[in-house]
């Protein structure tokens, strides 16, 4: 029977079992082999990674063609007006390709979130955003580059749920096993 972990991985560390760069790695939190993860989350980023023992189970997860909705809270800088989720809304034309529609809303801070270790940069002058976006594919950086493409950079990127699974209640470098 396959296995499922579900882990909130920290900002800084890498989506893979092997040190590299002076990161730390999957290897540093998650104590079993044969798990591997279903799909990647950047270095800068954090939040929900899925890791499995089953190769079928972990292509269904990460491959697009089965359209599993990825959720990530976004925090920008500024303050983004209806035209800009509109983009958002309609797909951003990038370098290199186009992307789906997404679904995106302006949310309050979530007040159980936890402290990003580094902080974020803070500007005085320049107010910050949350917002959520739900994506059915996940290209690299692909949500960094959106909001930079309608001119609200990204500052913090959480990874909040994949499909019906969050990070509610698991702390950053914890994880929990589902089945």
Known sequence: MSRLIL?????????????????????DFIPFPGF?????????????????????????ISHPKFKLPKTY????????????LAKLRQ????????TQPAQVYLMDEPNYLWPRIPPIRFRKNIATTWMSLVLNEGKNRQVRRMTAAVLFPTLRLIRYAIGQYTVQGIA????????
Not at 7 to 27: A, D, R
Not at 36 to 60: F, H, I, M
Not at 73 to 84: F, K, M, N, R
Request: aromatic share 10%.
């Open 73 to 84: 809270w976004v925090q920008v800088e500024g303050e983004p007006d209806e035209l800009a």
């Open 36 to 60: 591997y993860p279903a799909g990647r989350l950047d270095v800068d980023s954090e939040g929900l990674v899925l890791l499995t023992d089953d190769g079928k189970l972990q292509n269904k």
């Open 172 to 179: 950053p470098g914890e994880w929990r096993i589902v089945h």
């Open 91 to 98: 797909g951003v034309v990038l370098n290199d390709f186009k």
């Open 7 to 27: 882990f909130n991985k920290p900002y800084g560390v890498i989506c893979q079992f092997t040190p590299e760069s002076g990161h730390q790695s999957l290897k």
